[in-house]
């Protein structure tokens, strides 16, 4: 089956960095566009960044602090995070769109990986 793996979740503190890092396996064909979403204490999910094929995108609240990337070869995508602040405190989502051979495109989740940012 297909899987997303999330690490680098952790306690920081303010103004520090984490590396979020999203590995997809299983028997994939094609892997379409890929994200990061999030959802803080008492808060829906939403949007942090999407990677596709050709452009990237961002949530108003944390341009200029993060940066999504992705390593073809490794089915990886990462989320670069940067001048942290208590408000990024959330449970980090990893999301990606898979073709499979014999199915149709669907979304994948990761499990969540829960990130603090305190001091």
């Known amino acids: 089956q297909v899987q997303l793996v999330e690490s680098g979740g952790g306690l920081v503190q303010p103004g520090g960095s984490l590396r979020l890092s999203c590995a997809a396996s299983?028997?994939?064909?094609?892997?379409?566009?890929m994200g990061w979403y999030r959802q803080p204490p008492g808060k829906q999910r939403e949007l942090v960044a999407t990677?596709?094929?050709?452009?990237?995108n961002y949530a108003d609240s944390v341009k200029g602090r993060f940066t999504i990337s992705k390593d073809n070869a490794k089915n990886t995508v990462y989320l670069q995070m940067n001048s942290l602040k208590p408000e990024d405190t959330a449970v980090y989502y990893c999301?990606?769109?898979?073709?499979?051979?014999?199915?149709?495109?669907?979304?994948?989740w990761g499990q969540g990986t829960q990130v603090t940012v305190s001091s």
């Open positions: 990677i596709t094929s050709g452009s990237t």
């Open positions: 299983g028997n994939i064909l094609r892997l379409g566009p």
């Open positions: 999301n990606a769109q898979v073709l499979r051979l014999g199915f149709n495109w669907r979304d994948y």
